[in-house]
């Protein structure tokens, strides 16, 4: 195809706003060999595009590289560039006129460094070329199988067989087929409806799977027989009823999976009739899910929709390999997939691996993504983990949630203030196989050994099989040597996603202090909340100062009247106002701050952090909104609040804790089982503080987490004033070491019956001066 040397005219280019897909790469360093290549459409969602490479910026046709017939608004390249600095441009592509190329977009460039990783993406002639077509196709290949079955019969432990067979085949041998659903009363949601039926048809699927699987691996006609017997009463429900994915989309999702495993897997045991069947379920319900995730999600333009990006994943990858080379679509959908995992996942995170929505959402994403990354590798050879952010996402939890905390890290979380979800270790354990990092081994197995007996509990057994999970990974993965993290860097900071995360000594709980503060750029969209600048604080076995209340329900009360907003945060309120937390998305991508430093120094860590913009859209006389944190000979905590503001405001300095504390004109303590700390008010400019403290969440309906327990907060009040400068010290203590109940210098006048070991108080006093020689 030519390509001009003038100057062509432009494109009528789209503006990115925050909540679309960006232009990139443009002007910085690729962390990846090829880059990936994103835009707006530009046109109707029919348009194809064109696009060109090349070191010289006016694109001489000799040095420039052409992708042509693109079919969505983004490319990974099937080959790779040799490092240097490049331009690229992309226009709309019209196979009836391709010499005739008249209108190009903005010309933008990227630098590509030495020894990037590879991560080519195979091209669409050539994708599936050594695919095996035969079923199964999910998991093992016909050949697979068979050297499957070849090495149970041996040893019936293999993999852990024997345990797959006893608990999760068997006992689907002896269970009544499942009827379809109710649904809700009048069609009204139900929580409890919604949960019981969510675990429903997840044993759909352990259902129709296991019992395929072991009919199969043991050449059991009655098992394979009752397999079709769940299969085919699922494939003759309703698909635009209650288990369509307009009605809940959980529950299509679900049922969508169950019939892709059963198709996929009792292909040749079905009649052309009971094929014709299940086959036609499978598509119509694929094309619900799929039209809505490409169609009215546009996830290719507005990444940002949680469920809808799950769903490529948990839904249309599966299904789609199931349905190959069978019906036209499943090849679109499964393109779709790979193309968008390969070139603009993951939305909530970058080459560092961090994730936005926090550590338990990264488990579902990533629990979904690691099952659809090998489903891919075996049946295309397709490698997605060796993307930079695959091979440094299981960072993320490692930091963000050590296996002894409950309730010190930001997001949503459903396992109302349990330890850590089992998937979070199994994931973890994934990971470790992929990159050989020996400490995410050693979070498994801490996972592992802290959570026994929880395998039934909902946030598990309603979302994963474990025995399933487990043979899968020991046919496919290697098993790594755990290495405690001993050595790993003290400061984490996950700059994409705007989290810092302090670990001290996390391989023994005895000494170990985890701290996490975030000032995000994705603001409190999805499953993100009003916590700029926030911070949460965990120590010796003990979450001390925590986030606040319980994500019963999505839209509950208490999701969105307490846990969701600033006020069940360990953060600052402005005339009684947090930050905006509301249903808005465009308001929640504009509730951003940003971590300003995050620094190791030579005797303490240093955290800076500015949520003045997510302030500002519900105070909007805010000028500044900083927090400083200084972490200090691995001990103590010295935080720094400064607001600015262009007239009088009064701010409140919120602790959150799972219980009460006891109260001094400016100092507190909280105590728990293992663990406490001691805090005071070491100096404040103008005001004088006062100390209160409440039990309970205010505005939320307790009948929705009854049973539960109830946590407290502690009020800081500061009178109002154009200019706030305040510091906070926080000591976490070990209940059973007397050395470490502290207090303060007398002379300095607060009311402490603490006292400091003659170090830490020489280093206060360091950190002290370095405060006063800033002008605070």
Same mark, same amino acid.
């Given at each position: ?38 835009? =707006? ?10 696009? @060109?490479?090349s ?10 590289q ?40 903005? %010309? &933008? ?27 199964? &196709?999910?998991w093992?290949?016909?050949?697979a199988?068979?050297?499957?079955? /070849?090495a149970?019969?041996?040893?019936a ?10 608990? *999760? ?5 002896? @269970?009544?087929?499942? /009827?379809?659903?109710?649904g ?13 039926t ?11 799977r ?33 288990? *369509? ?32 069947? +299940?086959?036609?379920? #499978? ?66 995170g ?12 990264w ?13 891919? /590798? ?22 963000? /949630? ?5 309730r ?5 979380? %459903? ?6 979800? #089992? ?9 470790? !196989?992929?990159? !050989? ?36 990974? @020991? $046919? ?21 996603? !705007?989290w ?19 000032? %995000? ?22 979450? =001390?100062? +925590? ?28 005339? !009684? ?33 500015d ?22 000979r ?19 300095? &919120? ?16 105590t ?6 001691y ?15 409440? $039990?309970?969440?205010p ?21 109002? *004033? ?5 510091? $906070?010290? =926080? ?12 207090h ?18 020489? %280093? ?13």
């Amino acid at each position: 195809m030519a390509t001009r040397t003038t100057q062509a005219a432009y494109l009528d280019e789209p503006r990115a706003g925050r909540l679309n897909i960006q232009y990139a790469p443009d002007g910085q360093s690729v962390t990846e060999n090829p880059p990936r290549f994103t835009w =707006l459409p530009v046109v109707a969602d029919e348009a194809h595009y064109v696009l @060109r490479v090349s070191a010289d910026p006016t694109f001489p046709a000799a040095k420039t590289q052409v992708f042509t017939n693109i079919a969505l608004n983004f490319l990974t390249p099937d080959t790779v560039f040799a490092p240097g600095k490049y331009y690229w441009s992309y226009a709309v592509w019209d196979a009836d006129s391709e010499s005739a190329v008249t209108q190009w977009s903005t %010309s &933008r460039s990227f630098d590509v460094a030495p020894d990037l990783p590879e991560t080519a993406l195979p091209n669409r002639t050539d994708r599936y070329a050594h695919a095996d077509m035969a079923h199964p &196709r999910l998991w093992q290949s016909p050949s697979a199988l068979k050297d499957f079955k /070849k090495a149970v019969a041996k040893d019936a432990d293999h993999c852990t067989w024997s345990t797959f067979y006893e608990k *999760s085949v068997l006992p689907w041998m002896d @269970r009544p087929v499942m /009827k379809e659903p109710a649904g809700y009363p009048n069609h009204q949601r139900v929580a409890p409806i919604w949960r019981q039926t969510y675990i429903d048809c997840q044993e759909l699927i352990y259902a129709i799977r296991h019992l395929a699987i072991g009919g199969h691996v043991t050449d059991n006609p009655e098992m394979v027989a009752r397999a079709k017997e769940w299969l085919l009463e699922v494939a003759s429900w309703d698909p635009a009823g209650v288990t *369509s994915r307009g009605y809940t989309d959980e529950w299509a999702f679900r049922v969508t999976d169950a019939l892709a495993w059963g198709y996929d897997w009792l292909y040749n045991d079905m009649s052309a009739d009971e094929r014709d069947k +299940v086959r036609a379920a #499978l598509l119509i319900r694929t094309r619900e899910i799929a039209d809505h995730i490409i169609k009215h999600a546009n996830i290719h333009l507005f990444p940002y929709d949680s469920h809808a990006v799950r769903a490529v994943s948990a839904v249309l990858i599966p299904a789609a390999i199931a349905l190959l080379d069978e019906e036209p679509e499943a090849r679109d959908w499964l393109d779709y997939s790979i193309e968008f995992l390969f070139t603009v996942y993951s939305p909530w995170g970058d080459a560092d691996g961090g994730w936005a929505e926090g550590p338990h959402y990264w488990m579902t994403g990533m629990a979904y993504l690691t099952e659809a990354a090998n489903l891919l /590798k075996l049946f295309t050879g397709i490698n997605l983990y060796n993307r930079p952010f695959f091979q440094h996402t299981g960072d993320m939890p490692l930091y963000t /949630k050590a296996p002894d905390t409950r309730r010190a890290t930001f997001g949503d979380d %459903s396992t109302m203030g349990d330890l850590p979800c #089992l998937k979070i270790g199994y994931n973890l354990r994934q990971f470790a !196989g992929v990159t !050989g990092n020996g400490a995410y081994q050693w979070y498994y197995d801490e996972i592992k050994r802290n959570d026994q007996g929880t395998e039934m509990a909902f946030y598990n057994y309603g979302w994963w099989d474990f025995n399933f999970d487990e043979m899968l990974y @020991r $046919t496919d993965w290697p098993v790594v040597d755990a290495v405690p993290p001993s050595d790993i860097d003290k400061l984490k900071f996950f700059e994409g996603i !705007g989290w810092t995360a302090i670990q001290h000594r996390m391989d023994d709980p005895a000494q170990h202090i985890q701290f996490v503060m975030k000032s %995000s750029p994705f603001g409190s969209i999805s499953h993100s909340h009003g916590d700029q600048n926030a911070f949460c604080l965990a120590a010796y076995g003990e979450d =001390l100062a +925590v986030q606040s209340g319980y994500y019963v329900a999505f839209n509950s009360t208490m999701h969105q009247e307490w846990r969701k907003q600033t006020v069940s945060k360990n953060a600052i309120l402005i005339n !009684g106002q947090g930050q905006y937390a509301g249903r808005d998305k465009a308001l929640q991508m504009q509730s951003t701050g940003k971590i300003l430093a995050a620094e190791e120094r030579e005797d303490h860590i240093y955290i800076k952090g500015d949520a003045t913009p997510a302030y500002k859209l519900i105070t909007p006389e805010v000028t500044k909104v900083e927090r400083e944190v200084y972490f200090v000979r691995d001990s103590y905590f010295v935080i720094v609040d400064s607001v600015d503001a262009s007239e009088e405001v009064e701010i409140e300095w &919120r602790l959150h804790a799972n219980n009460t504390f006891e109260v001094g004109a400016n100092s507190f303590r909280n105590t728990g089982e293992r663990a406490g700390f001691y805090g005071q008010v070491i100096w404040s400019e103008g005001t004088t503080p006062t100390i209160t403290q409440t $039990t309970g969440y205010p505005g939320v309906d307790m009948s929705e987490i009854k049973d539960q327990h109830v946590g407290s907060f502690l009020s800081v009040n500061y009178t109002k *004033s154009r200019r706030h400068r305040v510091a $906070t010290l =926080l000591v976490p203590y070990a209940n059973d070491d007397p050395k470490r109940i502290f207090h303060f210098l007398d002379d300095q006048g607060y009311d402490c019956d603490l006292y400091f070991t003659d170090a830490d108080e020489n %280093s206060f006093k360091v950190v002290m001066k370095k405060l006063a020689s800033t002008g605070i």
